[in-house]
């Protein structure tokens, strides 16, 4: 289903039968994902929920304007609100993964009240560091550019074989194929323009915010993802009511390397909210 904001169209879905009477759950996909990468694991967790994916600005079924400055966190917030509004919901539990981790992390900080669970999978409350900041700036200018001047085939399989993925190697020939079909439905504009909007760098760093967040939030990320898990494990204290839990054998995108570690994880953290 698209609807339009103020400035794009953003697409979304309903992954179950939505019923008004229970709590709903928005999905937020990463950087060069799409909702259905969430397809399958909605399919595993607790039916007791209302869940919808998001194709985020860029993304998907979600128009990819030329404008960079549709990209901005604060006008992905307005898009992602747009929904919530739509769907007539006062809160929401937000799942968000890495990209989407960001986006949920940002909405949470924008619209506390709205916001009931916050699940974060492998996210960043941004970057400390000016130099640092500006640095991943730069660096995401030129993967910008690099995804400008050379095709998706080319873009996705320079883009998954960076260290960050390398757990994702235990996988068959055929899956990793479909994994790269999938992300190659993407469009290179609007890849090249999330990172210029709201790559990592983009985004102010919401470190000094993170203790204004008082809603339950579950922190996870995988076992192999060092610098990740050393992230969240410095953060989780700076929340009022979080906890941080790592999936075992499992690299950034825990929920597609292990699923069902994933969903029993989430699972009984959704049990107790």
Request: glycine share 6%; proline share 3%.
């Amino acid at each position: 289903m698209i609807i339009s904001s103020a400035t794009v169209k953003i697409n979304f879905e309903y992954f179950n039968q939505f019923d008004p009477a229970k709590k709903t759950i928005i999905l937020l996909h990463g950087f060069t994902g799409s909702l259905e990468d969430w397809r399958y694991v909605s399919s595993m967790l607790d039916t007791g929920y209302n869940y919808v994916g998001i194709d985020l600005i860029g993304h998907g079924k979600s128009e990819s304007p030329e404008n960079p400055e549709a990209y901005t966190i604060d006008e992905v917030i307005v898009q992602i609100n747009g929904i919530v509004l739509h769907l007539n919901l006062h809160k929401v539990i937000l799942l968000g993964y890495s990209m989407g981790g960001r986006c949920a992390l940002n909405y949470a900080v924008k619209f506390p009240e709205k916001v009931e669970v916050l699940i974060l999978e492998s996210t960043s409350p941004g970057i400390k560091d000016k130099k640092s900041r500006n640095d991943r700036i730069k660096n995401d200018e030129k993967l910008a550019e690099y995804i400008e001047k050379h095709s998706m085939e080319e873009f996705i399989g320079f883009w998954l074989n960076l260290d960050i993925f390398n757990t994702q190697r235990r996988f068959s020939e055929e899956k990793r194929k479909q994994i790269k079909l999938a992300k190659m439905q993407n469009n290179k504009t609007g890849l090249a323009n999330s990172l210029r909007g709201f790559g990592t760098g983009a985004m102010n760093p919401l470190f000094d915010h993170l203790k204004n967040i008082n809603c339950k939030t579950l922190l996870v990320t995988g076992e192999l993802d060092e610098k990740f898990t050393n992230i969240n494990s410095e953060i989780v204290n700076l929340f009022q009511n979080a906890k941080h839990k790592i999936i075992e054998n499992a690299g950034h995108n825990t929920h597609l390397e292990e699923p069902k570690k994933f969903v029993k994880l989430v699972n009984e953290f959704l049990s107790n909210i």
